[in-house]
């Protein structure tokens, strides 16, 4: 009886635990349920990058983060997810025009000089050699007329570059590509040394703004391509994240109510551990840092059921038990031991398929299998230590007096029990003999 | 009556009745097999379901209305789309909720099209500019695109998991019980299988209802309780037969394992059915299917473990015991 105190309050202090981190720990929610976008990028082999290297998806992802995030203040995710592909993950924006043009965006600058004919006029372009590459930074600014204008400044390469192509075509045009476009061509009036440079055309500032970042981000070392994307705006996160918990509330009541109309004290008993599963199970996802998906919450709730199950296995066995004639004590004990190997060998099987799942299912399925084995696991726990201990606890030895506490009735209770005992130990491991 | 244990109330004499049990499942499969049947035959992908564009590739866009759209005004809509070289557009209504809570979504206009491989983004802001000319306080609540290639690679990876959970079940039971009990437990889960697919097959003709990766999840998952289910009542025939096997017949003692687990059975299945109950009517609209897989496969779960998968193991028995007897 000692230990079945010691047991209790070890118990409590777990739910106090638990009640402490769902508190003070934040929930981390998915984006099916908070609003946000996904996409999966792959990267692209052309003429002249054949073969897509590690290196080359570092510096993907690299100048991708810069380009969403120049500020690197918000919680965008990049992750590599196999050999040429991203995984992007953008928290409560649904709104992808903006990103999909950033992540599509070539951002190639390059000057041009020209090719000129004898009489001095631009017969075609042809590259300098002066790229995005020798760039060191970009920033927007105004010119003296108060338009909008690219200011550029190059690296010691870069103005070591531009200071030979102003000097070599002096008084004559020079042209800035972006893209393949070009923004403008201006005639070269003396020889610039300071690298600066800038452009002026005719710019809103946001899309000035909008180059500058994209300047400074870089150009992408391979193109990428979006594969799959998947946006959901906050509205409709926090509609799914409401009915989930609504649904979830009402759901548990009615169990609660049917477990204690069908099992009487046990029912209530089991209802008490159920709300305790469901503490600590919550509480291991926030430690765990388990991100809740609408999947995922599925599976919490379908544990809930494998949770209940346990109990009404139990219950059913310890019904028996004590038609048979057994005193309560050894009454609750076998059917807790008799249960077991149901519970074991049935949630064994679960987990298998959890398991199974979380290794080649996809994100959806991977959140699914992950909290409801969690939730198998605790339920076990749950099941066999908080329930039996209740119940010892309640109920103490002797013979049971009141059968109705047990939804029985006294002549449901017969004399005798012929099976001979089985040894505890075994019947945990599925011998019973 | 020394005999008690096995006397127990025998409430369905599952091992002679075993030709109607049989036959019901018969008649439970049947109509979903000639659909999956007719499904491969009709439909352009030659699947038994109609699959959705998690495995097929496509684009879904998602946009909240605030009052509801005819079917004139889709049939409307899906005009204007075809006239914009949208390609074959398909459009849903969804009602998400009957809560009339002020921040709720009211309507949700749904359209599903191709995967447009090389201007995607640009299709989507077409098809959002053509709706808002209709519905100007339309907003995107949820855009979905997936390449056809990551979406074969999805089916391919989920039979994979599906085919290695059969696997790691039948080896597990194998180890802890005996073959048959391992043969029977997949010969019922391949029942509930086949009987949720059947439905989803019908539903698929008669409704449009459309699978995706979340009804992957919710089939493995009726795996998972179906077994579960069904090792429970196998569990008590184990556990009679150590005690009884040479006081009673097989057939009996499957009978009375089966009346025993009954009570746990039945409840077990209700209070799982309350909680999807609960989330069929008053969860989210993005998980009604998902849900509704789960109801039937759970439902069907809990009559095949008592009325198929026990049947199969007193059935083995007794051409196991003739050929013994035979051979003798």
Redesign the interface.
Known sequence: MKNKIIMFWVIIVLTLISIFVIHSMPTRLGLDLKGGSRIVLEAQTTETIPKVTQDMMDALKATLDRRINPQGISEITIQQIEDKRLLIEIPTDSDLKEVRRKLSEIAELEFKKPILDENGNVLSWESSGLTGKDLEKAAVDTDEAGKWVIKLSFNAQGAKKFAQLTKEFRGYPIAIYFNGEMLSEPVVKQEIIGGQAQISGDYTHERAKADVDLLNAGALPVPAKILEENAVSPTLGVDSLNKSYVAGFIGLVFVMLFMLFWYRVPGLIADIALIIYSLITFAVFKITGVTLTLAGIAGFILSIGMAVDANILIFERTKEELKSGRTLFTAINAGFDRAFTSIFDSNMSTIITCIILYFLGSNIVKGFALTLAIGVVVSMFSAITVTKNFMHLMFGTGQLKHPALFGLKESDINEAYEVSETQREKAKFGVLD | M?Y??LNTKKIIDVVKYRWLWLTISFLLLIPGVIAMIYSVIQYPTHSPLRVGIDFTGGSII?Y?VSENVSSENVSDIRAKLVEHNVENPVIQVLK??TSDSE???KYILSIKTKFAEEN??EE??KITEIIHTDYPDA?????????P??GQQ?FI??M??VT??LL??II??TI?FHFEFALAAILALCHDLLFVLGVFSILGLVAGVQID??F??AV??V???S???T??VF??I??NN??YAKKATYDDIVNASVN??L??SI??S???L??????Y????V??KD??LV?ILGIAIGTYSSIFFASTLVAWWNDVVMAKKAGNN
């Open positions: 020394s008690s244990v998602q909240s998400p909720s921040n709720s979504i995607q983004s989507i802001e907003q995107v609540v949820q855009t979905n695109s997936v390449g290639v990551l999805l990876n989920s994979i998991a290695l959970a790691g079940i597990y039971l802890r990766s979340l992957v999840t493995l998952t795996l998972g309780f077994v579960h289910d090792i429970v569990d008590r184990r556990e150590k005690f025993q687990t009570a746990r409840n077990t209700l209070t799982t309350i909680t999807l109950g609960a989330l009517f008053f969860g989210g993005t998980t998902f849900v789960m």
